[in-house]
């Protein structure tokens, strides 16, 4: 047996996404795909759970795509990709937040999508409970509703989320044990 025989590993995702973004960086817009169809639908549901509306969820996770396109050629390594994702994302949602304050709109129902094998009764009580946890997580601190939200519904490990919102991973789980403990008491409080 030789020490010279090099040992192939299987390509990891975070090995993708730094290849992919070393092409997005060169111009390449099929690499810039590549990213998007792999990581949009944890961003949506991130972004959406955090605005309560879908449209604008969308809306927003094309802004962050936008941003990815933009920022790829000063993209370094360091790091994770997932974790420079998601801050992008908590950017452009504290500036559609700040943006929201200046310029309140009406408050509309919030768009949720129908289970074709329920019942009406059964989609109306899911929607009274999901408006009731939207709700309730807008009432969190955007530091406290991001790192439950990355810890419930993205691909993100805790390191990951811990670099993604800036603390310590320590301090990540301090944060998610307050938004649970003020989640629920809302949740208590206006249950009806």
Known sequence: MTTDSVREYPETERD?????MASV???????????????RLPMLNFLYRSLGNFADAEDLTLEVFTEVWRSAPRYRCEGTFSAWLFAIARGKLAHEWRR????????????L???ADQGAEDRAMER???????QGLRT????QRSALLLSVQSPLNSEEIAEALGVRPSNLYVLIHRARGRLKKFLKENHE
């Open 140 to 143: 969190l601190p955007e530091i």
């Open 25 to 39: 960086a060169a111009g390449d817009g099929d690499a810039l795909r590549e990213i998007f169809d792999r990581w």
């Open 16 to 20: 993708a996404d730094d290849r992919s």
């Open 128 to 134: 009274e409970s999901e408006e009731l946890v939207l």
């Open 100 to 111: 929201r304050r200046r310029k309140p709109v009406s408050a509309a129902p919030v768009e």
């Open 113 to 115: 999508m129908d289970v």
